[in-house]
């Protein structure tokens, strides 16, 4: 797989009109994730359009609820063929098995992924916010485990966690990794971060990587950049 094939780009954008904008500067973008807020205004039409321009979907929507809807929801999302669909493993390994007997069910295509904990969280929110007794990397770890259990085909995780999670749940298991920030860029509100090439190294198979290329003036420079940020 070549570098840039491993670069997710968020279109976190208001409006489908936005969402096209963005993809036309950006042509060599091959794989765009979709989450709550486009989602919820644009609905399936985002999703019609990246596959009329041939672009891998991750369809992030992050689900959490109990058994029966995630299955259905899951059932439903699946339906649009897209390649990445995301759910929270702190909804229990029950439900995590609902989803992955509903992928089984349909026979479907759509690789399954559990957050373990989202990247704007750190250890001492995690313990002090959430009263979770575990220290962090253990807990997303304990939640990949969980993932892998109950089915899935892969977590996400922050780079930081990703070479432990890669040792225990081997090869096959699929990581993908936010907080993922260029040499050039700001943090912002991600707290547990790594740069391109050191979330490769760590383990990642795929880097989504949003307000160091959309969030620039021009786009397209600051996604060659990190393209060969990564290879050199």
């Given at each position: 797989m070549l570098p840039q094939e491993r670069i997710i780009?968020?279109?976190?954008?208001?409006?489908?009109?936005?969402?096209?904008?963005?993809?036309?500067?950006?042509?060599?973008?091959?794989?765009?994730?979709?989450g709550l807020e486009l989602f919820v205004s644009a609905g399936?039409?985002?999703?019609?359009?990246?596959?009329?321009?041939?672009?891998?979907?991750f369809l992030d929507l992050k689900f959490h609820d109990i058994p029966n809807t995630i299955a259905g929801a899951c059932r439903s999302a699946m339906g649009?063929?897209?390649?990445?669909?995301?759910?929270?493993?702190?909804?229990?390994?029950?439900?995590?098995?609902?989803?992955?007997?509903?992928?089984?069910?349909?026979?479907?295509?759509?690789?399954?992924?559990?957050?373990?904990?989202?990247?704007?969280?750190?250890a001492r929110?995690?313990?002090?916010?959430?009263?979770?007794?575990?220290?962090?990397?253990?807990?997303a770890l304990?939640?990949?485990?969980?993932?892998?259990?109950?089915?899935?085909?892969?977590a996400v995780c922050s780079p930081q966690e990703a070479s432990e999670l890669?040792?225990?749940?081997?090869?096959?298991f699929w990581l993908v990794c936010p907080g993922v920030r260029p040499s050039f860029s700001q943090t912002g509100d991600q707290k547990r971060v790594m740069t391109p090439k050191e979330a490769i190294q760590a383990g990642a198979d795929y880097l989504?990587?949003?307000?160091?290329?959309t969030g620039v003036e021009n786009p397209e420079m600051a996604w060659q950049q990190i393209c060969q940020e990564m290879v050199n």
């Open positions: 780009v968020p279109l976190d954008v208001p409006d489908l009109e936005s969402a096209i904008a963005l993809v036309e500067k950006l042509p060599d973008v091959t794989f765009w994730k979709v399936t039409s985002i999703l019609d359009y990246l596959k009329e321009q041939e672009k891998r979907i649009y063929d897209v390649d990445l669909l995301t759910l929270h493993a702190t909804a229990g390994k029950q439900a995590l098995e609902a989803a992955a007997d509903a992928k089984k069910s349909l026979n479907a295509s759509t690789k399954l992924v559990a957050v373990t904990l989202l990247t704007s969280i750190n929110e995690l313990a002090l916010e959430l009263k979770v007794p575990l220290e962090l990397p253990e807990y304990q939640m990949a485990v969980l993932a892998q259990e109950a089915g899935l085909d892969g890669r040792r225990v749940c081997g090869d096959n989504v990587i949003g307000r160091p290329i």
